[in-house]
């Protein structure tokens, strides 16, 4: 969701007058809720009576277009799109050539970005996307990333040492964790590497034990943030650090919004993908073996 957050921004520019309604998980309602550019946010759950109450919702709406911005699960957002939209409604996606004879059951236009699709970032990709649709001149300068938070809980947190370093553990996808071991490698190299700066050790719950361990494993030397449910709070967090390292792409976005250095913590068994990469920031990506 973060890396949508460009095009929020792009389209109110340049169409002010248009009511932009966003449809998102639960997850990903944080990273939105406080944006400026959207108008009204639908949240999907889980729940199947949940679930046709907010297409209910959404039907009501009469949306002229509806934009479905997913490379994965475009069937399912296809559907999604028919079930809430009108005979009247423009249906757009992204074009996959070997499926686009489905796709086109279900969407009225598709946009080909496959010259793109691996020599850019996600945000980059969707941003050219939406000027494609519309038929706009691309332009770079116009495409950032934003994560805004309520005007009086922008506060800022004691516990974070100065000048500190987020060190993320955990990953949505476990094929990108790093073993116990190498993460204490990688803390103590990254201590001697930036002796002027201070760690602050993060993980999902799922890794709390594992945690537990490197923090004693180095005892005051390092700071430790438990888990936190509220991704809007990590990025308060992030956004009061220095240097970002993670081997989960969604925290090095996070950072890349604020502007961080962000290190990409890659096992050598698991290939990262250039439309993956933060946007518009310093990178280093260090792989692991």
């Known amino acids: 969701m973060i890396v949508t957050t460009p095009i929020f921004e792009i389209i109110k520019n340049k169409l002010s007058n248009v009511e932009l309604d966003v449809l998102c998980s639960m997850k990903n309602y944080p990273i939105i809720e406080n944006n400026p550019y959207i108008n009204n946010?639908?949240?999907?759950?889980?729940?199947?009576l949940s679930f046709f109450i907010?297409?209910?919702?959404?039907k009501k709406r009469k949306y002229d277009l509806i934009l479905g911005l997913v490379f994965n699960k475009t069937t399912k957002i296809g559907l999604i799109a028919n079930l809430i939209g009108t005979k009247k409604t423009i249906k757009v996606?992204?074009?996959?050539?070997e499926r686009n004879n489905l796709y086109y059951q279900l969407f009225n236009i598709l946009i080909n970005v496959d010259d793109v699709r691996f020599s850019k970032t996600m945000v980059e990709i969707q941003a050219i996307l939406?000027?494609?649709l519309f038929g706009w001149n691309y332009n770079i300068n116009e495409v950032k990333q934003g994560i805004y938070f309520k005007t009086d809980d922008d506060e800022y947190y004691d516990f974070i040492p100065p000048k500190a370093i987020f060190f993320n553990i955990s990953a949505g996808n476990?094929?990108?964790e790093l073993s116990l071991d190498k993460n204490i490698e990688l803390i103590d190299k990254y201590m001697t590497?930036?002796?002027?700066?201070?760690?602050?050790l993060h993980s999902a719950q799922q890794d709390y034990n594992k945690a537990i361990i490197i923090r004693d494993r180095f005892k005051d030397k390092i700071n430790?943030?438990?888990?936190i449910n509220n991704i809007l709070e990590i990025c308060k967090i992030i956004k009061q650090c220095e240097i970002v390292i993670s081997p989960d792409t969604s925290i090095t976005h996070i950072g890349a919004t604020f502007g961080?250095?962000?290190?990409i913590l890659v096992p050598n068994k698991y290939k990262i993908q250039r439309e993956w990469l933060p946007y518009c920031t310093e990178i280093e990506i260090k792989l692991v073996e």
Request: no cysteine; proline share 8%.
């Open 93 to 97: 996606s992204i074009s996959h050539t």
């Open 41 to 48: 946010i639908f949240t999907l759950k889980k729940s199947i």
């Open 174 to 176: 476990p094929k990108k």
């Open 260 to 263: 961080k250095k962000v290190i």
């Open 193 to 200: 590497q930036y002796p002027q700066n201070n760690i602050l």
């Open 130 to 132: 939406l000027s494609r």
């Open 224 to 227: 430790y943030v438990p888990f």
């Open 54 to 58: 907010t297409i209910v919702l959404l």
